[in-house]
């Protein structure tokens, strides 16, 4: 097949860019597809990590009522998670009672899978901590 020039009328077209407008737009769109999966993937990631930090927290400040105990904390925070996102991700939540700074603290320990596609993932990837003082 010849490139060459054609006069249609008053318009030249080159026969040779017949077509190319449909794999422009295959090559874009599936460029800009990529680009909006990544987009969603990262956010994905931010909201599980979001949503692990928050249930650790808000179970070391139950757990550190003066009427609560460590295993309500360590129930706060599997019930908050399990809630959220998926039982998955609460199997190794941890609680402990360490010293920071010379105050008694209840430290409350999420270790989950890292969401690398979709919800699913490398497991224990993805570390946080929730830290509460204890009253005295």
Do not use: C, W
């Not at 054609?6 to 077209?13: C, K, M, T, W």
């Not at 599936?30 to 930090?53: C, E, K, W």
């Not at 409350?108 to 490398?122: Q, R």
């Amino acid at each position: 097949m010849r490139a060459g020039r054609q006069r249609s009328g008053a318009r030249l077209v080159l026969t040779q860019d017949k077509g190319s407008a449909a794999v422009d737009f295959v090559l874009v769109g599936g460029m800009l597809a990529l680009i909006f999966v990544s987009i969603m993937q990262l956010a994905l990631v931010l909201h599980v990590r979001n949503t692990l930090i928050d249930a650790a927290g808000a179970g070391a400040r139950y757990g550190s009522l003066a009427d609560r105990s460590a295993a309500d904390a360590l129930a706060r925070a599997e019930a908050l998670i399990d809630g959220t996102l998926s039982p998955a991700y609460s199997r190794d939540v941890r609680v402990d009672e360490i010293n920071r700074a010379g105050l008694r603290t209840l430290r409350v320990s999420v270790k989950a899978p890292f969401p690398a596609l979709g919800l699913l993932g490398p497991a224990g990837l993805l570390e946080v901590e929730g830290h509460a003082p204890l009253p005295r």
